[in-house]
Structures are given as structure tokens and as C-alpha cells.
């Protein structure tokens, strides 16, 4: 044995003790050690940096799995979270393998027959030791302390604050949960200096963020600074150089994070959450994962349902059911004669257009699709003017019922069959997807980018969705004062204070809220109230602007003319009539199911009932009061709090008394309330006497309601509909419509909040019917 052998042998051997006295304790390593997969038994560490936040050394997945990778993790995470590997598209095997700080000063990766899997680019260098900074940062240094190599200077998928993003680096997804190679999503600085998000993927590259349908400047970016830097702070702030800038939801010092490309494509923030281990989102790039582009792959359509999930248009299959990136074949052989077309509504694939017609008659559109043999689809848009779109590939397809579009697919004649996309597949579920543990999903403030989510046209065309008015402003009280005239005119009062009607100096009419004990600074008041403003959909009361002066914080609303939906639902004379009954369910289900957001719980209201959704001069309901949970939340002591401000009895989800953490799903109950109100034209929040419940227990309408429906549906019998529906319309009601309401309020109301669907697939239930006119 020669001297330097026995050096190593020594070394290891005292690493070895090292690791079964106490195997956090090592923080460097020396020049000229080297340790094989066996010294380090898998996934322990190697060192460990100072504070114990990060570990580094062979990790690898699974206890059957011979592949590893050098690996940096955070130590506490209940999954031992992976934030870099070296090796990442070349696995070592688990037996012969070594890590080795050289003598030449190259730190080595060797392969069980001695091949190199990776290595740094440091044999040149005189480098003295090998260290894991409490950053999570894996340098190299010299004998003079100075690093000479550094793990940040090569991120994979994960950015950890303290790391420079810049020119030269890109985050790249991993394929899957826990699988570490390179997939094909990526978040990188553009050659114009902005910062990207990129699917390049086999078949196409395609950019999705910022929202391609927006320039720049609509986007809140800039090309001018060509720095290209970026850099998430340790307060969960991020800022870059092209003006992109965001906080954690949980801004603040003390906060383990990482921000990660993950394998669906979305860019997110996370925390760790100490005692559980597990990592909540803080912040997100994106809102509606169908935005992503590739995710279904050729002719593949992402839908929710109510999560993201791909399927195929009628005469495609999927190529592969366990790898929805292949995408879809078609069952036919094209032609370009004799061609027909299957109608997809609220579809679109985004690019590849062949050519864009504008202004073009449905026909027009479907001609020059026919005449051309390159056509796949067309896409056409009534909104004022007729927009054509004609396809040459599809990719990137998505349906959502916001969407105004239609595809029309070109299938040879004979062969059309049904015009509904066929679900069928495995889950893009955004939790299974990208399973990160018990990912708890908060009331995360979004990045208004969600809101812009449109392509093709630009959003402000599209039904429900406007561009963020510029008109949103700031008010002295004074100003508001007189638009009120002095706080005159009281058209309501909620649960936040009383509200004035007022109008402004444009001529504008308004309801100024007054709200009462918001002890907020100023500086997060604006941030909060700029967040509500920025969520702008058809069925949700729009804010133009707030003041805060002082002890005085006000919100100014548009001014909704009809009042509140119990005025009209509950009145003796000139109750609703059926057809705007029907239209308020809708109305309300959409806008609940934008504030909730498919996989992000972004705003849960806690406060649906009547009393909060205005009707305008149509009676087109529109949500209020949403958002403002979390402006008073905090004037108080946490969640508890939450619960006295909010929730109004008769519409709150049992789990409101039984402590349960809140979830989207309250709203879904007191929705389902109201629906059945909405059939029924009474109340059904009140309490009444029984005479099944002789013991004195409580019981609501609802309940009674409730049992009388259920049992009327069992046992079969055809008038239950005509029961339960609202007498005073002396059967001017579809019936149609009549029973989907009604089977949506009951599933909504069910006492085990997994069993209620979400306010999407409501959407979903309610637009299948809404066509439906004829008055029974
Ligand atoms: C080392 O240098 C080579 C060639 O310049 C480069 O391809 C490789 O990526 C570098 N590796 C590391 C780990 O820096
Ligand atoms: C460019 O961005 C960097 C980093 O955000 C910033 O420090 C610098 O001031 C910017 N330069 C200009 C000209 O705005
Ligand atoms: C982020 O937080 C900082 C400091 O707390 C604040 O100045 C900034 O306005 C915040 N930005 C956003 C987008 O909320
Ligand atoms: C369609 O065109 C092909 C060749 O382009 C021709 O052989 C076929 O007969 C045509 N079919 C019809 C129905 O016109
Ligand atoms: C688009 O279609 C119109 C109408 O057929 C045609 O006049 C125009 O040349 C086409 N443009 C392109 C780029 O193909
Ligand atoms: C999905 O497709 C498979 C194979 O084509 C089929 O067996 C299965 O019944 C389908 N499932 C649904 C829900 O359509
Ligand atoms: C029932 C009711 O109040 N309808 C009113 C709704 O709003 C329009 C426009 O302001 C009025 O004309 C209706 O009378």
C-alpha cells in the first residue's frame, strides 16, 4: 500500500466513524479524499452544511433503485427535497461508484467501472477543501478560503435564494416527481433580456410566459436592461433586471424556500413549513396549468376536469396512455378532398396558424381552410367581427368554458361521430403531477399574469375578461366624501362595514365601502387592495379604487343597479323569473370558480349567500365582498379570527364548526345553499320546527329540504322536480335546468366536503343545459 493510499484509507476510515457517531458533523471535505456509494449508506449525507439546512451526497429514489446521483437536499424536508444534482441526466450505479476530491483539485464523479460521469472543471486549480455553505451552495475553495467553484453557477431545476440567476443559466424541469433527468420545460433569460418560460420539447418549441398574448410592457416587463439578473432574496422577495418582480405570499426572514421549475411547467415558490416538513406554494407563475404549452402533446387538448387532464379529440387517440407528451393519432386517413368538420367549442390550439383572416364570415373561414390541404382545423371567433384562424399542426390545445372560441376540426366526410373530446387519461393533476409531498395550497397571493391568460385575441375580446382598467386609482377621502355626498345614501351593509352610493366626477357611478377595523399599514393595504383589483372577471363585482387616509380605509366599487340577489329571489312581487334565476347559478358558479382557480385555491370567499351577489340591469350576478377575508384576517389573532369575521350561519359548511382547515370547498356548500334557495324562491337558512326532531335538536329548511329531495329522487318518482321548484312561477320553469340545479345544490351541500364537486365541474353541468330555453 502505497503512502498515498494509506492517506485515503485513513481518511475514509476516520470518515467512516465520522458518520456513525454523528453523522451531521462534517462540513468539508479535504483534498484527496474520496468516498465510494458504500461509505456513505444511501441518502445519508456526506456533509452537511453549518445550520444542518442542506446535505449533500449519493442520493437516490427508492429502496430498489441501483441509479444515483450526487445530490444537494434540504434536510429537513420530509422528502429530503432535491435542489441540485450533479449528474442529473447521468446516474451512477449504486455499487462501486465514488465521489473523489482530487489531488489535482478536480472534484469526480466516477462510475462503477471507473468511467467519469461528470466532473468540475478544477484540475488546474490549487483547490484545498470541498465545503456545503448554509446556503446550499457546494463550492470549491482555495487555500486562501476564496471559491473557485460553485454548485450555483450550475442550477438544474431549483433557484434557492442568495443564487444569481443570470445570462448564462436555466432552470430546467425535472421529467417527474422525484425523477432528476431534464425534461422539457425551462425558465431562462431570452436573447431580448427578458425572462422566459419555454417548452422545447421533441416535436416544438413553444414560449408561454409571460402571456404570449401580451407585449411586454402589458406584461410589466422590460427588454432595455441588458444586466440579465435575477435574484430571489432571503425574504422571499424576487426582482430581475427585466422588471419582474414578486414576493412570497409569506414574505419574511426565517423562511426556508426554493423556487422551482417544476415537471408540469409552472414556476413556483415554496416554503418549507417546519413541522409538517412539507412545502407550501407561496407564489406561482401560473394560474390555469392548461396555459403551459406541450403538456398533452401532438392534437392532444388539456381540459379540466375539474384537474388538468389531456384527452383526444373525437377520431384521435392517445399515442401513448402513460405519456400524454406523444400526444394524439388520428383514427383516419387524411384527405384533402371531401372533408367535413367536427365542431370542439371552447377549444383552441394555440400557434401554427396557417394563415389569419380578419374580418371573415363563418364560411369564408371554412373555405379557405378546405382550399388549402395543409388545413387541419380552423379556429373562429365571433366577437364583433368574425376572427380565422387556420391551423397547419395542433399543439398546445386546451378547453376552458371561459373560452370564446371554437375549433373546427377537418375529419373526412362519414367519419364524424360524437363532437365531445373524449376523456379519457391518465391526471395532469397539478398535486400528483408534481406530488411534492403534502403540498398544502394557501391562499397564495397570485401573480396577475393569471389574468391575461388568453391567446390568440387579445384578453380584453374575450367574454368575462378585461384588460386591468388603468382607471384603478387611489382617492383622497375627501374626494369621496363628495362623490357620496357626505356618506349620504346607504345601499347596503356587510359584513365589513357599511356601503354609500356615490358618483364620481366622471360621471361614474359607485358603491363606496367603509370598512371598519382594518388596523393594516398602509403599505399592505395597497397590496392587498392592488390584488383584488386585479382580479377582474364578468360575474365579480369590479373595485376601481380604495382610499386610505389615516384611520380611514374604503373601497370604491362599480355600482351594481338591481341590489342583491335576496331582494329579487325572496320579494313577494317581481321575484326572479326562471330565466334569470338560471343565469344567476351560472353567473355565481363562474365567478367562484375563477376565484378559486382549478388547482389553486387562490381566493376562497367564505361569505357566499344571497345578500352578496348584486345583479346588474340583465341580472347578471356579480360576486362582492370577495378577497376581503384575508384584508381583516390579519386584524386579528390567525384563523380564528377568519372565522368570527366570516361565514354567515345557514350557509356555512359544517366544517366551519368542526375547526377544519378552510378549503375552496366552503364556498362550494354555502353555493349550494343558495342554488336550492334559487330553486325554491324561499329560504332555506332558517331554522324550523320538525316533527322528526321532537328532542329539540335544531334543524334547518336545508336539512328538511335536503331529506324530503333525496328520498322524493330514490324513490323514483316523477314529480320531485315540480315539488321542489318555487310554486309562485306556476310552472314557467325548464325542467331540464330545473334538475340539474337541483342535484348540483344537493351534491354541494353534502356534509363530506371530498364528496362536493368543485365549482368548475358545476360550470361545467350547468353550461351543458343553459341552452336549453323552453319554459315547461
Ligand atoms: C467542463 O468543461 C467542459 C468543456 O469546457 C464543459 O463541457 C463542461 O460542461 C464543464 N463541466 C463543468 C462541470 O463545469
Ligand atoms: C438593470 O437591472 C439591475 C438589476 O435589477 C439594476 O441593478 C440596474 O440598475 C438596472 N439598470 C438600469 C439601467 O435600469
Ligand atoms: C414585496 O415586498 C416589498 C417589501 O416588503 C415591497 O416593497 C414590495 O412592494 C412588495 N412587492 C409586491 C409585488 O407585493
Ligand atoms: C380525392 O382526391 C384523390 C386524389 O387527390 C382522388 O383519388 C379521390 O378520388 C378524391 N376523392 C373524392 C371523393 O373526390
Ligand atoms: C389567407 O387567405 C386569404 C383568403 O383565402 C388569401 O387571400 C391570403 O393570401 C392568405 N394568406 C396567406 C398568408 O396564406
Ligand atoms: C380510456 O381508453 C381506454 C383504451 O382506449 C379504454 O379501455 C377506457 O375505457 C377509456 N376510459 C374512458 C373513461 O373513456
Ligand atoms: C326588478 C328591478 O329592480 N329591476 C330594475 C333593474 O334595473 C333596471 C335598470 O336600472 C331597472 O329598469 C329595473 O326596474
Given at each position: ?248 405570499s ?18 413556483r415558490?415554496y416554503s418549507?413549513h417546519?413541522?409538517?416538513?412539507s412545502w407550501v406554494i407561496t407564489w406561482q407563475?401560473?394560474g ?19 384537474d ?122 397539478c398535486r400528483?403531477?408534481n406530488?411534492i409531498?403534502a403540498i398544502e395550497v394557501i391562499l397564495a397571493?397570485a ?149 378559486h382557480h382549478e388547482c389553486l385555491e387562490w381566493v376562497i ?56 382547515p378552510l378549503s375552496a370547498k ?111
Open positions: 500500500m502505497g503512502s498515498q493510499s494509506v492517506t485515503i484509507f485513513l481518511v475514509f476510515l476516520s470518515s467512516l466513524a465520522a458518520t456513525s457517531v454523528d453523522s451531521t458533523s462534517r462540513s468539508f471535505l479535504a483534498r484527496g479524499s474520496s468516498f465510494s456509494v458504500e461509505d456513505v449508506s444511501s441518502s445519508s449525507s456526506l456533509l452537511t452544511s453549518p445550520d444542518n439546512t442542506f446535505s449533500c451526497g449519493f442520493y437516490t429514489v427508492g429502496v430498489n433503485s441501483n441509479a444515483y446521483w450526487f445530490a444537494i437536499w434540504f434536510t429537513n424536508s420530509k422528502e429530503k427535497t432535491v435542489v441540485w444534482t450533479a449528474n442529473r441526466d447521468n446516474p451512477v450505479n449504486g455499487h462501486g461508484s465514488s465521489i473523489a476530491l482530487r489531488k489535482d483539485g478536480a472534484f469526480v464523479l466516477s462510475d462503477l467501472d471507473g468511467s467519469i460521469a461528470w466532473q468540475t472543471n478544477t484540475s488546474s486549480i490549487n483547490v484545498h477543501q470541498a465545503e456545503l455553505l448554509n446556503s446550499g451552495n457546494f463550492v470549491l475553495k482555495d487555500p486562501h478560503g476564496k471559491i473557485v467553484w460553485q454548485s450555483f453557477d450550475f442550477p438544474t431545476d431549483t433557484l434557492l435564494p442568495g443564487q444569481l440567476f443570470t445570462k448564462s443559466k436555466r432552470l430546467v424541469s425535472n421529467v417527474g416527481h422525484q425523477m432528476f433527468s431534464s425534461g422539457y420545460f425551462s425558465f431562462f433569460f431570452d436573447s431580448d433580456n427578458v425572462l422566459r418560460m419555454i417548452y422545447d420539447g421533441p416535436d416544438i418549441s413553444s414560449i408561454y410566459w409571460p402571456n404570449v398574448n401580451l407585449g411586454l410592457f402589458q406584461n410589466g416587463r422590460t427588454n432595455y436592461n441588458s444586466s440579465r439578473i435575477a435574484v430571489l432574496d432571503d425574504k422571499g422577495i424576487f426582482t430581475a433586471s427585466d422588471q419582474l418582480h414578486f414576493n412570497a409569506d414574505v419574511g426572514l426565517g423562511i426556508q424556500r426554493r423556487l422551482a421549475m417544476d415537471p408540469d411547467g409552472n414556476l415558490l418549507l417546519d413541522s409538517s416538513g407563475a401560473i390555469k396549468l392548461c396555459d403551459v404549452h406541450g403538456l398533452c402533446g401532438r392534437n392532444g387538448i388539456c381540459v379540466y376536469a375539474p388538468p387532464t389531456c384527452s383526444c379529440p373525437p377520431q384521435y387517440e392517445p399515442v401513448d396512455l402513460t405519456d400524454w407528451r406523444k400526444g394524439c393519432k388520428r383514427k383516419f386517413e387524411r384527405t384533402c378532398n371531401d372533408s367535413e368538420f367536427v365542431e370542439l367549442t371552447h377549444v383552441d390550439y394555440y400557434g401554427f396558424d396557417l394563415n389569419f383572416t380578419q374580418p371573415a364570415s363563418f364560411e369564408e373561414c371554412r373555405q379557405i381552410c378546405l382550399q388549402d390541404c395543409r388545413c387541419l382545423a380552423f379556429s373562429y371567433r365571433l366577437t364583433g367581427e368574425g376572427l380565422c384562424f387556420t391551423k397547419s399542426a395542433l399543439f398546445n390545445g386546451y378547453s376552458s368554458v371561459d373560452f370564446a372560441g371554437i375549433i373546427y376540426l377537418r375529419v373526412p366526410t362519414r367519419a364524424q361521430t360524437s363532437n365531445q373530446p373524449t376523456l379519457n387519461g391518465s391526471h395532469l393533476d400528483s403531477l406530488a409531498g397571493v401573480s396577475w399574469w393569471f389574468l391575461f391568460r388568453k391567446r390568440g385575441i387579445s384578453a380584453s375580446m374575450e367574454d368575462g375578461y378585461h384588460a386591468i382598467s388603468s382607471q384603478f386609482r387611489s382617492f383622497s377621502y375627501s374626494e369621496l366624501k363628495t362623490t357620496t355626498n357626505k356618506f349620504k345614501e346607504v345601499v347596503g351593509r356587510g359584513g365589513f362595514g357599511a356601503v354609500y352610493k356615490g358618483v364620481l366626477a366622471d360621471e361614474r357611478t359607485v358603491a363606496v365601502k367603509k370598512l371598519g377595523d382594518v388596523v393594516q399599514g398602509e403599505e399592505e393595504f395597497w397590496a392587498e387592495v392592488s390584488t383584488i383589483a386585479r382580479i377582474n372577471h364578468m360575474n365579480l363585482a369590479r373595485m376601481w379604487g380604495f382610499c386610505s387616509e389615516g384611520k380611514h380605509r374604503l373601497l370604491v366599487y362599480e355600482f351594481v343597479e338591481n341590489g342583491s340577489l335576496d331582494k329579487h329571489l325572496f320579494a313577494n312581487e317581481n321575484f326572479l323569473a326562471w330565466k334569470d334565476r338560471f343565469k344567476v347559478a351560472l353567473g355565481t358558479a363562474k365567478g367562484l370558480a375563477y376565484l370567499h367564505c361569505d357566499v349567500k344571497p345578500e352578496n351577489i348584486l345583479l346588474d340591469k340583465d341580472f347578471e350576478p356579480k360576486i362582492a365582498d370577495f378577497g376581503l377575508a384575508k384584508l381583516c384576517q390579519r386584524s386579528g389573532h390567525g384563523s380564528s379570527e377568519l372565522t368570527r369575521i366570516r361565514g354567515t350561519k345557514g350557509y356555512m359548511a359544517p366544517e366551519w364548526a368542526m375547526n377544519l366552503v364556498d362550494v356548500y354555502s353555493y349550494g345553499v343558495m342554488i336550492l334557495e334559487l330553486v325554491k324562491g324561499i329560504r332555506l337558512s332558517n331554522w324550523v320546527v320538525d316533527e322528526h326532531y321532537s328532542f329539540g335538536e335544531g334543524m334547518t329548511e336545508l336539512m328538511r329540504v335536503v331529506r324530503i329531495a333525496k328520498a322524493m329522487i330514490r324513490s323514483g318518482e316523477d314529480s320531485w322536480v315540480d315539488n321542489f321548484v318555487d310554486p309562485r312561477l306556476r310552472g314557467k320553469f325548464n325542467r331540464n335546468q330545473a334538475a340539474t340545479m337541483i342535484k348540483a345544490g344537493l351534491s354541494c351541500v353534502e356534509e363530506d366536503r371530498n364528496k362536493r364537486p368543485t365549482m368548475e365541474s358545476v360550470v361545467h353541468d350547468l353550461t351543458e343545459c343553459e341552452d336549453d330555453i323552453t319554459l315547461k
